[in-house]
């Protein structure tokens, strides 16, 4: 009786509850305020780190990029909450991502405006690293705030 006492209460800790659910499509910025216990808070999804602040009211505030290439379906939202006293709190959320609608469009161009030569080539591959390497820097931005 001890062991599926111990093993009832073991599910319940670890099994995460869905306590919202949010939608979005491809292509999205989502801006999600909740209502999570006080301490430090990060939120994870799509395998990254999104940003969080703690607003006037005591919600939490976060914004999440939805890639153009993300699968459609159920994601989930990860937060962590830290305290000093209690330590870390998990919750859970589900993100259920739509096929974005996009407009194709197909041009063409004269062979010299595809084709180049050394020089050019160089050019043009570090240009494409350093905005490759602008993807990934992180900014300390939010997206809803007003500058005045």
């Not at 990254?48 to 290439?69: F, N, S, Y």
């Not at 859970?92 to 063409?108: A, C, N, P, Q, Y």
Request: glycine fraction near 6%.
């Amino acid at each position: 009786m001890k062991r599926l006492l111990f093993s009832i209460l073991l599910l319940m800790a670890v099994t995460p509850v869905y306590a919202e659910a949010y939608r979005a499509v491809q292509g999205d910025m989502l801006t999600i305020e909740r209502a999570l216990p006080d301490g430090t808070v990060a939120l994870h999804c799509f395998g990254k780190a999104w940003p969080a602040i703690r607003t006037e009211t005591g919600m939490v505030r976060a914004w999440v990029g939805v890639d153009l290439k993300t699968r459609p379906g159920s994601h989930s939202l990860k937060w962590s909450v830290a305290t000093p006293k209690a330590g870390t709190a998990q919750f859970v959320d589900r993100l259920t991502v739509s096929k974005g609608e996009f407009r194709v469009s197909h041009i063409t161009v004269d062979r010299k405006m595809a084709v180049f030569g050394k020089e050019e080539l160089k050019r043009i591959r570090a240009d494409q690293k350093r905005l490759k390497n602008s993807y990934i820097a992180k900014v300390d931005a939010q997206p809803d705030l007003q500058i005045s």
